[in-house]
């Protein structure tokens, strides 16, 4: 591995979810016993999914909440059955994803024109993500293990630290309020196959839950002839991913609630890079979880949650190589409530160990934080604001926070503003990497001023936002000086619309996003960010029959910052269709269709993305 030239290096670091980086610019909880950590488990399921906890650490219901806020949950993930993440996040979010190849590629998720590697992934409440490439892997997170997504859109380093540039996605794991068991069967296109099977029990005091999945596809070629000779390969790449979650919880004699968790999901992927043989991807992603919550007064809850997300990409190939990443993290945080809303208060630790066949110049760094916010409601005003304050021994102290201000001007009408600062730490790549990286960088600095107008009644749902994001101090490698530098700048300006409403028994849902993406120093249009996307839904219930249609939909944009003609990618618009048969209280068939007029779209270049598929579903519930 120590003398590989510029190219070899690429290769491997794109393997390593390094091209995932923002712009043209860099190479380099909580839910409490039943769905949160925090949420009162004898609230009703109606209630539940309603609540969100990520945007502020504790239960705010998401109509009321002065950020934009997605919930994706169980329900939403069967009724797309055969799509991966990224694709449910891009239909059921609005965001934009890019991925390198199907199914098992290197993708990533961009939230408001930030970069993938400022979107901070947390599972549980733990962070994921590799310390070398910067990024979470999303192509191997299986929806088989989630029970609910909550996307926060916008800056939270004040409440979260480093990464969360562009916005949040939190995914918690599968669980029930009630007795259950769950078979599902599929099979579609592409030789695609899916296995699972899960199992909750609960009583007054205990809750077990395991689950566990298998899925495989035989995709096609990840790349085409666009990709160039160093890439390049016709073959198929089949992908396959298997997964497991363990889960119980104990409430104690004298009212703490203990929960432990662990889960693992493996992937393994066959890829291209041009080179003869059979190379090949195992990663295996993991998380272990023990959540302490109890109150300690009437008016104080505590949580407390310690445990560990890994992080382990093994290349098989002509540049074979190993590169892990453990994440040992430790959480106390704390809610007071006061007349008018709520105080919490809390420390964070973390420590990031990487281990791998490159002899990085440094393997460990360490952050220890403190937060604090405020929220509070005065009549039909309300107000939110939080702070924080981290410390790494690498790039020193870094103070980020928000604050918003939101009026009801009507029971089901929130006019808010909001602006906040954020930041990223540079990846061990940018720092360490042998030869080719800058222990002199200082973290990307975001900064990003919102308005919005929220609605919501039983029948309509309407949010509107505008934003403004600035993005300083951006990391591209300098091929003068031979190392990443804190060179780029961005801004992305931009008008967010989603919303829906059930009108004659038919469930219309919308999301637009207007924005002006741009390089501010070549004034270019950022890579790979789109100035229109979204999405549009239709669906109706007759009986023991379901339907619906959806449209997804994204304008050009570049793979290059110059614009050019032959880095231009065409806009696209993807159609899917769904039905859904309930036999009885039990069995359930669904049918997926996803790219039904077989689009040839592309969101890298030189790289395909699945033409038409159709996926067969049979699911079990009893109990």
């Not at 939230?111 to 590799?130: C, E, M, P």
């Amino acid at each position: 591995m120590k003398n590989l030239s510029v190219a070899n290096l690429c290769t491997i670091r794109s393997r390593c979810k390094c091209h995932q980086t923002i712009l043209p610019l860099a190479i380099s909880t909580l839910f409490a016993t039943n769905l949160s950590a925090q949420t009162a488990p004898s609230a009703t399921a109606a209630t539940l999914n309603n609540l969100v906890v990520t945007a502020n650490r504790t239960p705010q219901d998401a109509d009321s909440t002065l950020a934009q806020i997605a919930v994706i949950t169980r329900a939403d993930i069967e009724a797309v059955g055969g799509l991966n993440l990224t694709e449910l996040l891009q239909r059921k979010a609005g965001v934009e994803i890019r991925a390198t190849g199907g199914a098992g590629q290197p993708s990533g998720v961009f939230i408001r024109g930030a970069n993938s590697q400022h979107t901070l992934v947390l599972v549980d409440g733990l962070r994921l993500g590799s310390s070398t490439a910067g990024g979470a892997a999303f192509e191997n997170i299986p929806l088989d293990l989630i029970e609910r997504i909550e996307i926060v859109k916008g800056p939270l380093s004040g409440v979260y630290g480093s990464d969360a540039i562009g916005g949040v996605i939190q995914i918690f794991t599968r669980v029930a309020s009630k007795p259950q068991l769950t078979a599902e069967v599929g099979v579609g296109s592409n030789s695609a196959r899916v296995v699972s099977a899960g199992f909750t029990t609960t009583d007054d005091k205990t809750s077990f839950t395991i689950n566990a999945g298998y899925r495989e596809v035989n995709a096609r070629s990840a790349t085409n002839s666009l990709a160039g000779p160093y890439s390049y390969n016709p073959d198929r790449d089949p992908y396959s991913n298997a997964n497991v979650l363990v889960k119980i919880s104990q409430t104690l004699w004298q009212g703490e609630t203990i929960t432990a968790s662990a889960w693992q999901s493996v992937g393994r992927v066959k890829y291209d890079d041009g080179v003869p043989g059979d190379p090949s991807n195992k990663q295996i992603l993991s998380g272990l979880l023990l959540v302490s919550e109890n109150n300690f007064a009437p008016d104080w809850k505590s949580n407390f949650r310690i445990g560990q997300t890994t992080d382990d990409i093994r290349i098989t190939s002509a540049y074979p190589g190993t590169f892990k990443t453990a994440q040992n993290q430790a959480v106390w945080s704390n809610e007071f409530k006061t007349l008018a809303g709520s105080m919490g208060a809390g420390v964070e630790w973390r420590e990031e160990k990487v281990s791998s066949t490159t002899d990085y110049d440094s393997k460990k760094r360490t952050t220890n934080a403190i937060f604090a916010s405020y929220l509070e409601r005065l009549d039909a005003n309300q107000f939110e604001f939080t702070i924080r304050r981290d410390e790494e021994k690498q790039f020193g102290s870094r103070n980020t926070g928000s604050a918003s201000y939101g009026i009801q001007l009507a029971p089901h009408a929130l006019l808010y503003a909001r602006g906040g600062r954020a930041f990223r730490a540079p990846s061990f790549n940018d720092l360490y990497y042998p030869g080719f990286s800058n222990p002199k960088l200082l973290p990307e600095r975001g900064e990003q001023k919102e308005g919005g107008f929220k609605f919501a009644d039983q029948d309509v749902r309407a949010n509107v936002a505008y934003f403004d994001n600035k993005i300083d101090d951006l990391i591209l490698y300098d091929f003068v000086t031979n190392k990443p530098q804190n060179i780029r700048r961005a801004r992305i300006k931009g008008w967010e619309f989603n919303g829906g409403a059930t009108v004659f028994g038919f469930n219309f849902n919308a999301a637009l996003t207007v924005q002006k993406p741009i390089d501010a120093d070549s004034n270019k249009q950022l890579r790979t960010r789109a100035k229109q996307f979204g999405h549009v839904g239709l669906s109706r219930s007759f009986g023991a029959w379901s339907f619906g249609a959806d449209v997804t939909t994204s304008g050009a944009r570049f793979e290059s910052a110059s614009e050019s003609a032959a880095a231009k990618m065409s806009g696209y618009a993807l159609l899917g269709a769904n039905v859904r048969y309930q036999v009885n209280k039990t069995w359930t068939v669904d049918v997926n269709t996803t790219n039904l007029a077989n689009r040839d779209y592309t969101l890298a270049r030189g790289y395909n993305q699945p033409g038409r598929a159709v996926f067969v579903t049979v699911r079990a519930a009893a109990f």
